[in-house]
């Protein structure tokens, strides 16, 4: 049984293949998708969210690490995949998991998937710690404050500042040093963390949903689920966001 998602990214099918054929060898791995270029890359992984990516380092009109530029931070674990041995020092300063020459040997591939695989669980494991510990200081935040109700925001535009109403809140979503308030009539970036966002809402109003997103709960029309048991929210404006492992249960017990 599998439990880590690979995607292949390769501009040469014949090359995609021959590396599907051999994952298929490789116990604990599903290969969920193939790409061959920098687009269709950044199109599978919205999708599929692997936790590997088998990365080939000359791509059509771009580069392996350029995808990887792209991605930041979210960017899974990668073993690279060339022709080429001279790009072994960068791919490790990108902290790669490995780098294997083409044509690829089953038993390296094999071996750098097995170290692809330990990495993917120790980075899910630390993902998990980090939501518990936000977890239990949002409680906490709800305690002392639960008799508070939700605050309207005044956002600064360029026509001026604009009070939005809690009650027109929809979502609000983190995004680096931002958050960005969705509301009815519109979006706005304000310059304020999450956690600080929580901690001046009611709880019974609005809910914690992933570690970038909070949501309006009477705004939630219904939850679907997603490959690899995915849940995602759905609004009453037809918009999706999805809903952190950590936070599923309490999501469920609430909705």
């Not at 999708?47 to 590997?52: N, S």
């Not at 931070?73 to 073993?79: F, G, T």
């Not at 009815?184 to 304000?190: N, V, W």
């Not at 009453?236 to 999805?242: I, K, T, V, Y």
């Amino acid at each position: 049984m599998s439990d880590r998602s690979v995607l292949i990214v390769e501009d040469e099918p014949l090359a995609r293949r021959r590396i599907a054929r051999m994952l298929k060898a490789v116990a604990g791995i599903e290969v969920v998708g193939e790409a061959g270029d920098l687009v269709s890359a950044l199109e599978q992984i919205r999708l599929h969210d692997p936790d590997i990516l088998l990365l080939d380092i000359q791509l059509p009109g771009a580069s392996g690490f350029d995808l990887l530029d792209r991605l930041g931070a979210a960017a899974p674990v990668v073993v690279f995949v060339t022709a080429f041995d001279h790009y072994a020092l960068r791919a490790f300063d990108a902290c790669a998991a490995d780098y294997l020459t083409k044509p690829v040997d089953a038993g390296r591939l094999a071996a750098a998937m097995a170290r692809a695989r330990s990495l993917a669980r120790a980075r899910k494991d630390a993902a998990r710690v980090a939501e518990l510990t936000e977890v239990v200081a949002a409680l906490r935040a709800a305690l002392r404050e639960h008799e508070r109700g939700a605050t309207d925001f005044w956002v600064k535009t360029k026509a001026g500042y604009v009070r939005v109403p809690a009650s027109r809140i929809m979502s609000f979503q983190a995004e680096r040093d931002y958050v960005r308030i969705v509301a009815d009539e519109g979006s706005y970036l304000l310059h304020e963390s999450l956690s600080s966002i929580e901690r001046r809402q009611s709880p019974g109003e609005f809910l914690r949903i992933h570690r970038s997103a909070i949501v309006r709960v009477d705004r939630v029309v219904r939850l679907r689920t997603a490959p690899f048991a995915t849940l995602i929210a759905v609004l009453d404006d037809g918009s999706e966001l999805r809903i952190g492992r950590t936070y599923a249960k309490r999501v469920r017990e609430l909705l």
